[in-house]
């Protein structure tokens, strides 16, 4: 297979903010569990690291690269480690603050106000501690519409100017991705109407504020939407299943975020662009983690489908059109505790 070597791909050896070398084999797991092969994960196989600013760069044969790149990097991969993409470590800084302090371990109570109440709710908090789940959330809803809980001080408005500059990203990459097929750059802005993209955002702590149960922080999963945008505080315990069935361990170099495509490019594009599954493993509560996972999706009301740019004699459509919300409530998920609905709207 010809290499290929690129000014957006860069290689690197997972490491620790603090520079050092880890080897994340869980063996803490692996001297209790005997289950291991559930849980372990690998670290030599590397994610793709993508340069947001090389996709928008004045250099024309630079930029045309970059995008060439990155289209293969969603085919082969379907994930990688965004860099250079505008958001400061000063808002990374404020953001984990912000969160860490809502998740003030003596407030538990003040936060059962955002417990579940009904479908529609746009701020939800949970506690989840059983052998199938282990972490504290906050979600909120971060577009069209912004909201967030007002304390403690500092919080929502470290958010809002987190979620602010994510919009740039989702519009920058709605354009680079829809050029790495070869359409008009805004082919994906107009197929999800991104404009009013409904972005929904979990904050998560790891393990919960009492000790978890189990090694399960996240169970395996995909995300609905067009991408999904994740920062975490520390290295340990998101592992993502590829192409060829290894699990690895998703090590960032600091101040990256993890981009991973979601379940609606996947049905738009037919199968050809695929959303991953995923799943967070938690350290005997060694480890505390803060992690904010934000799902970046199509409008509510576009209808999802395979796009006949994808679909020929030989690429019959793999999965059902369904509105974005439609999609969301398949599984008996609301807006906000969303679910993915792959398997449902496969077609058999
Ligand atoms: O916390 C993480 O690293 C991942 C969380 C996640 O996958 C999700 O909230 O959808
Ligand atoms: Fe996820």
């Known amino acids: 297979m010809a290499e290929r070597i690129s000014p957006v791909l860069i290689n690197h050896r997972p490491f620790e903010p603090n520079g050092t070398i880890i080897n994340s084999h869980h063996s803490s797991f692996l001297d209790q569990n005997p289950n291991v092969d559930t849980i372990v994960a690998v670290d030599d196989i590397e994610i793709p690291t993508v340069d947001f600013s090389v996709l928008f760069s004045d250099d024309l044969e630079k930029r045309s690269k970059a995008i060439e790149n990155i289209g293969h990097v969603c085919e082969d991969f379907g994930f990688f480690y965004l860099v250079n993409h505008g958001v400061s470590e000063k808002v990374f800084e404020s953001v984990f603050k912000g969160i860490s302090d809502f998740f003030n371990p003596t407030e538990i109570e003040d936060r059962k106000q955002y417990e579940k109440k009904n479908p529609t709710d746009r701020i939800r908090w949970g506690l989840r501690s059983s052998p199938g789940e282990n972490r504290e959330y906050l979600k909120v809803i971060a577009h069209p519409e912004y909201h967030c809980p007002t304390k403690p001080a500092g919080f929502s408005e470290a958010m809002e100017e987190y979620f602010k500059r994510l919009r740039i990203i989702v519009d920058g990459l709605g354009k680079a991705f829809s050029k790495a097929m070869g359409f008009e750059e805004c082919y ?161």
């Open 188 to 348: 994906i802005e107009k197929a999800f109407k991104l404009d009013s993209g409904f972005d929904m955002s979990a904050m998560n702590l790891y393990p919960p504020n009492f000790r978890s149960k189990g090694s399960i922080g996240v169970p395996n999963h995909t995300d609905p939407g067009f991408f999904v945008s994740l920062i975490q505080d520390v290295n340990s315990g998101l592992q993502i299943l590829s192409h060829k069935g290894d699990w690895i361990n998703v090590n960032m170099p600091p101040n990256a975020i993890f981009i991973n495509l979601g379940d609606h490019l996947e049905i738009l594009t037919n199968g050809k662009y695929k959303s991953h599954v995923h799943r967070v493993v938690v350290d005997n509560n060694k480890v505390k983690r803060i992690s904010v996972a934000t799902l970046h999706g199509p409008s509510l009301d576009s209808f999802v489908s395979p796009a006949p740019e994808f679909v020929d004699e030989s690429h019959q459509p793999i999965y059902r059109g369904m509105t974005y919300k439609q999609s969301l409530e398949v599984n008996g998920g609301d807006e906000i505790d969303v679910q993915s609905s792959l398997e449902q709207i496969r077609i058999e």
